[in-house]
């Protein structure tokens, strides 16, 4: 407590660092006042339907990424979701077109091209979630609507509000980004889930203790350890482990630099970090959007889908979560050029031959690490739905892993390491204690 309070001192010392931390604030206090006003129109006296089925399934997640805007009916309910959705497809078209590869290849000014893009793609999504949402507002809550008011008054304003309104919550992430710590999207969506923190633990502590059966305090205490545990791991996720396993970095050596200094191949046992299960999760909510949010008549299949506790769900959830990890470790990592890059410096690796033979390798070393670490990633992205296996609420229970858990703690590490460079600069010392960005004999690792 001493050294966060004493850290603290030292950032209200750095003028620079002061500034950005309370433009920060107020670009998140903004965020936090606008996911409580209701959309003109809308009484939000009679949102409990709405309210009710934001409880469970994926429509909770929903509702926790916007910060319980969407269960409030606000002017940001669709929050940041339909741009982080356009920023995947673009990722992906990146890929496959060569015409975005080559603006991909053109620096600084390619990249604002794609962003141009992603900007217009998400208005192309907003157009198209904002009247679903509005529709499913309708079914859910027939009497939100103010007395007097008809659907088709209603509907067009209120679709300009809401693409207005995530837009805005774009531009303010990007201010972040500008004016404040860094990575103002990242942000935004870890305030969202933050904001829902609270309330879930209030009603898990409430429905524990009022339990007649099921441990009471001592199942808390052990949901407590267990979601101790799954943090930790979701912290060596998002760091990353740099180093493959023994058995294969005995063998990936090389002398790779001049005096036949030994050194390391740069694998990661995650090479994809938490992308896999951001892809497999936006492609999770497909379901949702086709449905337009109906619960009715639904078959048991689609059902299932939209159970983020079900069986199949989870099932599919992995399948694709592994996919992806694949997918994203291919593109990543190129096994033929880092052979080349190998070859080009004169390094090698003992007993295997230069060029194809020294690719098809590593190739091979990357599948190997590839396995474990996908099936790692999907057992932290199917926790919330193993925690509803010992009665944990369903709010609660997205904490427990998942994108929300990964998203957390990879935004706070990366803020703290922001704060901390900052106070480097300064010679001021910070909350984190090792790791690179710690100054090493006077001089700071970046």
């Known amino acids: 407590m001493k050294k966060f309070i004493e850290t603290l001192k030292n950032c209200w010392k750095v003028e620079d660092l002061r500034i950005r931390l309370l433009i920060t604030i107020l670009f998140v206090a903004i965020y936090r006042f606008g996911s409580f006003v209701v959309l003109p129109g809308v009484n939000p006296a009679n949102l409990e339907k709405l309210q009710q089925q934001t409880a469970g399934g994926l429509m909770s997640l929903l509702d926790m990424f916007s910060g319980g805007a969407f269960s409030n009916a606000s002017i940001f309910a669709l929050g940041i979701m339909p741009y982080i959705s356009a920023s995947i ?220 506790r079900s069986v199949l769900y989870n099932v599919v959830y992995v399948l694709l979560i592994v996919a992806f990890t694949y997918f994203y470790t291919a593109i990543t990592l190129n096994p033929t050029q880092m052979a080349e890059d190998m070859k080009r410096n004169n390094g090698f690796i003992p007993g295997i031959k230069p060029g194809k033979p020294t690719a098809d390798y590593i190739e091979e070393i990357m599948s190997r690490l590839t396995l474990p670490g996908s099936l790692f990633i999907a057992f932290i992205a199917i926790m919330p739905a193993l925690a509803g296996l010992l009665n944990v609420q369903q709010g609660f229970s997205q904490f427990f892993g998942g994108t929300s858990l990964l998203i957390l703690v990879g935004v706070v590490i990366d803020t703290l390491q922001q704060i901390e460079s900052h106070l480097m600069m300064r010679h001021y010392d910070g909350l984190l204690n090792s790791g690179r960005t710690r100054p090493q004999n006077g001089v700071s690792a970046y």
Request: charged share 10%.
């Open 89 to 308: 497809v673009m990722q992906l078209v990146a890929i496959a077109v060569p015409s975005f590869q080559k603006m991909q290849r053109e620096g600084e000014s390619g990249r604002k091209k794609i962003m141009q893009y992603t900007r217009y793609l998400t208005v192309a999504i907003l157009l198209f979630q904002a009247p679903s949402y509005l529709m499913n507002l309708k079914m859910q809550s027939p009497g939100a609507l103010a007395t007097g008011l008809s659907w088709t008054e209603f509907m067009i304003p209120a679709t300009i509000i809401l693409a207005a309104g995530s837009m805005f919550i774009l531009w303010l992430g990007e201010r972040i980004t500008d004016k404040g710590v860094g990575n103002g999207i990242s942000l935004i969506i870890m305030i969202g889930i933050i904001a829902r923190l609270p309330q879930a633990f209030i009603q898990e502590v409430g429905s524990r203790f009022t339990a007649i059966t099921g441990g009471g305090l001592v199942m808390f205490i052990a949901e407590i350890l267990i979601l101790y545990a799954v943090v930790c791991a979701a912290i060596l996720l998002v760091q990353g482990v740099r180093k493959v396993p023994v058995q294969y970095a005995k063998k990936l050596v090389g002398n790779t630099q001049v005096g036949g200094a030994r050194q390391y191949i740069p694998l990661k046992i995650f090479a994809a970090n938490v992308m896999p299960i951001i892809f497999a999760q936006a492609l999770m909510f497909i379901p949702l959007a086709i449905v337009q949010y109906s619960s009715d008549n639904l078959s048991w299949f689609t059902r299932s889908l939209l159970d983020n």
